[in-house]
């Protein structure tokens, strides 16, 4: 099969989230409900992707690679491992739990899964902040005690964003978004988080949310101090390239095309500006805000009748 597969997005309220994703993608959310975030792509347990419309059209995500893994992920993939990559929407109308994702070294220890991510800074409200790193000179002791006193706040080191900023953020890593940010996350297939601190929050159920201060600080890379985005990326800009992934932003239209062979690794695609023309078997479009996978199999060329901007994540099959 030669056409490009999207899937249906997955809302999930939380308690941090609004309703941004219809302003900003212009999404039809579910009533009533503050949406955190917008699963795009899921193969997970608890949560499928569903594919949209084609030939593969209402299969999960699974029985989607059950079926068709060598077609969609190429001759050597385990039809039975989950789909590498997990891409959400985040919509933070509040600042997340202070937060880390168990290293691979002591994740199974943990009964976790290590969750490498990207953040691509879409939108943010003025003055908007990520916490990301601690402070130079601060130790698991100095850490533990801060956190004892409700004091953890000023050792985690802040940044100011702006749209086109990036940051990557590996397992390890302390982090926290600050509210006022709509972002593209890209991230190992995980759903391992642990909470050291959530400044005093309750649910959506108005009982205090669950902390895993041990686990967290079991976790934590203690040597990780102050790092800083990668600021006002450009079509061109590689803005991660680890062994779960690499993430590439570029420009399409104007005469830019980009072409993908038959039997090329598989590629995601995320829509950040623009309309993406895909030609295959047949022509598809896709707008501002959308997620599709280019198969192994197919002949794609991407363009666009405008500038479009993408981003491209590769070398995760």
Excluded at 239 to 251: P, W, Y
Aim: charge should be negative; include cysteine.
């Amino acid at each position: 099969m030669t056409s490009p597969i999207a899937f249906n997005p997955l809302y999930m309220e939380r308690v941090w989230g609004g309703r941004a994703l219809e302003e900003k993608l212009n999404r039809t959310l579910p009533e009533g409900k503050v949406i955190g975030e917008s699963w795009e792509v899921v193969d997970r347990p608890e949560a499928q992707s569903v594919v949209q419309g084609g030939p593969y059209a209402d299969l999960t995500l699974r029985e989607l690679l059950q079926r068709h893994a060598h077609e969609i992920m190429g001759p050597d993939y385990d039809p039975d491992k989950p789909f590498p990559i997990l891409i959400k929407w985040l919509d933070c109308q509040e600042k997340l739990s202070l937060q880390v994702h168990p290293p691979a070294k002591v994740a199974d220890q943990l009964n976790g899964e290590p969750k490498t991510e990207n953040w691509y800074i879409a939108d943010v409200d003025p003055g908007a902040e990520l916490m990301v790193g601690l402070k130079q000179g601060v130790t698991r002791e100095s850490f533990e005690a801060a956190l004892k006193n409700n004091e953890l706040e000023p050792l985690v080191h802040k940044a100011t964003v702006a749209p086109g900023d990036s940051v990557f953020v590996w397992s390890g890593r302390i982090h926290a978004i600050g509210g006022g940010n709509f972002i593209l996350e890209i991230q190992q297939n995980s759903d391992t988080t642990y909470r050291v601190y959530d400044w005093g929050r309750v649910g959506l159920d108005g009982k205090p949310r669950e902390l895993h201060v041990q686990e967290s600080l079991d976790s934590i890379e203690f040597n990780d101090f102050e790092p800083e985005p990668q600021r006002n990326t450009q079509p061109g800009d590689t803005l991660a390239d680890c062994d779960e992934f690499r993430i590439r932003k570029e420009g399409v239209g104007n005469g830019r095309s980009l072409s993908f062979p038959d039997a090329s690794p598989p590629v995601l695609f995320n829509v950040l500006s623009g309309i993406v023309v895909v030609q295959g078997e047949d022509t598809h479009s896709f707008h501002n805000g959308d997620t599709f996978l280019l198969p192994y199999r197919g002949n794609f060329e991407v363009t666009s009748t405008e500038e479009a901007v993408v981003l491209i994540t590769d070398q995760f099959a």
